[in-house]
């Protein structure tokens, strides 16, 4: 099974800045890596998939970078609205695993 | 629009079943791989099951395996979660998802059903 482990586990922020977010496996995913955002009391939604493509309808201030182990979402100019929890997913082999969460307070 | 919508949860005993509808619609529905992911109280995600488009693979954490069965109806657009043999550490919201392709993020989600396993 494939762990994923992301930094940091909470991050507080003020609206504007800039926010980065770590994902790192425990074996080689190539590019598939994905990042949801989930707020209180909703179903996730799909911000990047494959580690870098913007999923339609998500704000351009959302990116994603990296490939085999290490991947990171950047927030830019962030916004009161970007309070949530980020999961990262991997879809490189079975079972699919996620990241613990990293939650975001602005 | 696409949507999914889940039914089926509730409270059972430890031992007991429940089955998990999720009804999908605004998609071709036999063109998807279709899983199941839970989040117990204040958790995070937990990948659960998940069957192909024709039903012909499916695959789930070995925590369910010999408990759970993923299937799906799709002349009635619908996927199913039977769920037997239920314990304590099931109790979660179980949310169905469709995934973009094959080996891909989910990039539909429903609202989520509550299970509760307690006696």
């Known amino acids: 099974e494939i762990v994923l482990t992301q930094s940091p586990d909470f991050q507080s922020m003020t609206p504007k800045e800039k926010v980065t977010i770590t994902c790192r496996a425990s074996q080689s995913i190539g590019s598939k890596l994905h990042w949801y955002q989930q707020k209180p009391h909703q179903s996730p939604k799909l911000l990047i998939k494959d580690a870098s493509q913007s999923f339609s309808g998500v704000p351009s201030r959302f990116s994603g970078s990296g490939s085999g182990t290490d991947f990171t979402l950047t927030i830019n100019g962030l916004e009161a609205e970007d309070a949530a929890t980020y999961f990262c997913q991997q879809s490189r082999s079975l079972p699919f695993t996620f990241g613990q969460g990293t939650k975001l307070e602005i | 629009q696409m949507y999914l919508v889940e039914s089926g949860g509730g409270v059972v005993q430890p031992g007991g079943s429940l089955r998990l509808s999720c009804a999908a619609a605004g998609f071709r529905f036999t063109n998807y791989g279709m899983h199941w992911v839970r989040q117990a109280p204040g958790k995070g995600l937990e990948w659960v099951a998940a069957?192909?488009?024709?039903?012909?693979?499916?695959a789930m954490i070995d925590a369910v395996k010999g408990r759970f069965t993923i299937s799906r109806d799709n002349v009635r657009n619908t996927l199913y979660l039977q769920m037997d043999s239920l314990k304590s550490e099931d109790s979660a919201v179980y949310y169905c998802?469709?995934?973009?392709?094959?080996?891909?993020?989910?990039?539909?989600w429903g609202q989520g059903t509550m299970v509760t396993v307690s006696s």
């Open positions: 998802a469709k995934e973009y392709g094959p080996f891909d993020a989910c990039d539909i």
């Open positions: 069957i192909s488009d024709n039903a012909k693979s499916q």
